[in-house]
C-alpha cells in the first residue's frame, strides 16, 4: 500500500472501520501518517511543550475536555494559540465530546483535522493500535497457497505445477478452509506472530488446469474460506525424487524462515497415488499436538530407549 | 539472469486472457520467471499469481528470468507486452 493519508480515517483502513466524524481541518487530510504512536496532550495544553509529540495523532479524552472546558475565554486563546503553533497531525475527540467553536475555528484555519469518536478512550486506542500496528507491519507477498487445516494455518509453497491448487482445492472438499491461492500477502504482527492473507483482487479464486479460474467461495460456500489466517507451518510440495533422502522420523525439526520468523516446516514428496491431502492433515493435526506439548516421535524414541535400558538390564 | 523493465501500455491491462498468453509460454522453459510489480513479486508461472498483481495500462514491471532458455523468455513476454499482446 502506498502513502497512508488521514484520509483513512473517514475511508476506512483495512477491516476496520473506526468510525471516526470529521469536524474540521478537511484541508489537512491529505497529511501522512508516519508513526502509529499516539500522543494524549494534557501536558500541552497545561503549558508544558518540551517532548511535544505534536506530529502523532493526539487523543483528547474525557480529562483533556474537561480541561479546556473550565478555562475562562482568554486563557482559552492563549492555550489554543501555543497549542496551535505546532504542526499537530490530527486531534481525536473520544466519547463524541464535541471541542468549542473557537478550537475548531483554529483547527480549521491550520488545517488540522479534528474527528470525534463514539467510543471510549481506552477503546478506541486499543483498536487504533490494532489497526495501525497492522498497517505498519512488515510485508512479504509470496507465491503460495495458505489453507486453515483443523485450525492450523498451512503455508503450501513449491514450484508451479506441482499441484498446490489440486491440493487446496481437495483440502477444501474435506472441510478445509482456503485463505489465498498462489498469492499470499504475510503481514508480520508481531515478533512471533505471521498473519496471511489473500490478494484483494484475487479473492478466493482459484486456478485448477483443465478447468480454469473458478470461484471456491461460490462453489463450496461460505464456510469453504476465511480472509486470514496465522501461518503455523510451512509446507513445501516437491516432485518426488528418489535421490533425495526425505525426513523419515520428525525428530529433527526444520524451519522455514519468513520476515525473520521461524515456521516449522516439512517436505512433502509428490507422487501419483500418494494422498497428498490426507498427509498435509496428519501433518497438521501433528503439529497441533506439538502445540500442547506431544512429540509423537520425541515421545517413541524416548520409550524405545527406556525399553532398552530396561531390557538391556535384565 | 536477465532482468528487463518494461511498460505494458495495453487498454485493458494484463487481465486474464493475457496473463494466460504469458504464462502458457513460460510454462514451456524450465528456468524461473518472475513479474515484478511494486515490489511485488508474481510467478511467471501461475496465472493467478500474475493476475494478482492487478497490471493495468501505464503499470511499470519488471520481468527477471533465471535458468535454462532465460532469454528467449524474457524476449518473448517483452515482445507480448510491446505489442499489446497481438500475435
Redesign the interface.
Known amino acids: 500500500m502506498g502513502k497512508l493519508t488521514l484520509r483513512y480515517f473517514i475511508d476506512g483502513i483495512g477491516r476496520i472501520d473506526l468510525q471516526l466524524r470529521l469536524l474540521a481541518g478537511e484541508g489537512g487530510l491529505d497529511k501522512e501518517i508516519k508513526t502509529g504512536e499516539l500522543n494524549r496532550p494534557g501536558l500541552a495544553l497545561a503549558g508544558f511543550f518540551d517532548y511535544f509529540a505534536y506530529d502523532r495523532i493526539q487523543i483528547f479524552g474525557q480529562g483533556e475536555t474537561a480541561f479546556m472546558n473550565q478555562l475562562s475565554p482568554e486563557q482559552k486563546i492563549k492555550v489554543y494559540d501555543d497549542f496551535f503553533s505546532y504542526p499537530v497531525l490530527c486531534c481525536i475527540f473520544t466519547y463524541e465530546y464535541r471541542p468549542d467553536d473557537l478550537f475548531l475555528e483554529y483547527a480549521e484555519k491550520r488545517n488540522i483535522p479534528i474527528f470525534l469518536s463514539k467510543r471510549s478512550t481506552t477503546r478506541f486506542i486499543t483498536l487504533f493500535v490494532h489497526v495501525i500496528d497492522e498497517i505498519f507491519a512488515e510485508s512479504v507477498?509470496l507465491?503460495a497457497t495458505l489453507v486453515d487445516v483443523f485450525g492450523v494455518g498451512v503455508l503450501l509453497t513449491g514450484?508451479?505445477?506441482v499441484g498446490k491448487?489440486e491440493t487446496a482445492l481437495e483440502l477444501i472438499e474435506r472441510g478445509h478452509r482456503l485463505v489465498g491461492?498462489?498469492?499470499v500477502v504475510v503481514k508480520k504482527i508481531d515478533e512471533s506472530l505471521l498473519m496471511g492473507g489473500g490478494?484483494e483482487?484475487?479473492k478466493h479464486?482459484?486456478?485448477i488446469r483443465g478447468i480454469g479460474?473458478v470461484n471456491v467461495r461460490e462453489i463450496f460456500g461460505i464456510r469453504s474460506v476465511r480472509n486470514r489466517k496465522r501461518i503455523e507451518m510451512v509446507i513445501l510440495l516437491e516432485e518426488w525424487d528418489s535421490s533425495t533422502e526425505y525426513d523419515r522420523l520428525g525428530l529433527d525439526e526444520k524451519k522455514y524462515t519468513i520476515l525473520d520468523i521461524d515456521v516449522p516446516y516439512i517436505t512433502v514428496p509428490v507422487r501419483p497415488g500418494r494422498n497428498i491431502p490426507i498427509i498435509i492433515e496428519t501433518a497438521a493435526l501433528n503439529q497441533r499436538l506439538k502445540k500442547v506439548g506431544i512429540n509423537s516421535a520425541r515421545e517413541l524414541d524416548e520409550r524405545i530407549k527406556k525399553w532398552i535400558i530396561n531390557e538391556g538390564g535384565k | 539472469m536477465v532482468e528487463r523493465d518494461v511498460v505494458v501500455n495495453s487498454d485493458a491491462g494484463i487481465h486474464?486472457r493475457p496473463a494466460m498468453m504469458i504464462v502458457r509460454e513460460a510454462?514451456k522453459y524450465q528456468c524461473e520467471i518472475t513479474l515484478i510489480k511494486d515490489d511485488?513479486?508474481?510467478?511467471g508461472?501461475?496465472?493467478?499469481?500474475v493476475?494478482?498483481l492487478?497490471i493495468i495500462s501505464g503499470s511499470k514491471l519488471k520481468i527477471r528470468a533465471s535458468g535454462e532458455g532465460e532469454h528467449e523468455l524474457v524476449s518473448y513476454i517483452l515482445n507480448l507486452i510491446e505489442n499489446d499482446f497481438k500475435v
Open positions: 507477498t507465491h514450484k508451479s505445477g491448487s491461492d498462489d498469492m490478494s483482487i484475487l479464486h482459484i486456478e479460474i | 486474464a510454462m511485488i513479486e508474481a510467478d508461472k501461475s496465472i493467478m499469481s493476475l494478482g492487478a
